[in-house]
């Protein structure tokens, strides 16, 4: 998790990932930069996590990162449609 903390119950962004993930450091390094609150959740070491994103994105499983913006679902780490959907949910200002 980062700096901030948050509960599941306010979260507006869950990163679901691996701790080998590359992309998924990544990730989390773009949003701290961003300052964007998230929560992460390991779904290898969690198995209630990786139930909860089979149940989101219906059982089709593609790989890490999966983030989840206010519902919205972002499979990998795609920079662009990451911008936009923060934008489109107001999680940050219309210049990042």
């Known amino acids: ?5 948050q509960t599941d119950d306010d979260a507006k ?5 691996t701790t080998w993930c590359a992309f998924c450091k990544t990730e989390e390094q773009y ?3 961003l300052g ?22 219906g059982g089709d499983f593609q790989g890490v990162p999966v983030t989840d913006i206010a519902g919205s679902l972002v499979l990998g780490f795609d920079r662009r449609k990451i911008d936009e ?9 219309a210049s990042v």
């Open 13 to 17: 962004v869950i990163i679901y990932s």
């Open 36 to 57: 964007v609150k998230y929560i992460k959740k390991d779904i290898e070491e969690d198995k209630d996590a990786y139930e909860e994103l089979m149940k989101k994105n």
């Open 1 to 5: 998790m980062n700096d901030t903390k």
């Open 31 to 33: 949003l701290n930069r």
């Open 85 to 93: 959907v923060l934008k489109e949910k107001q999680l940050v200002s």
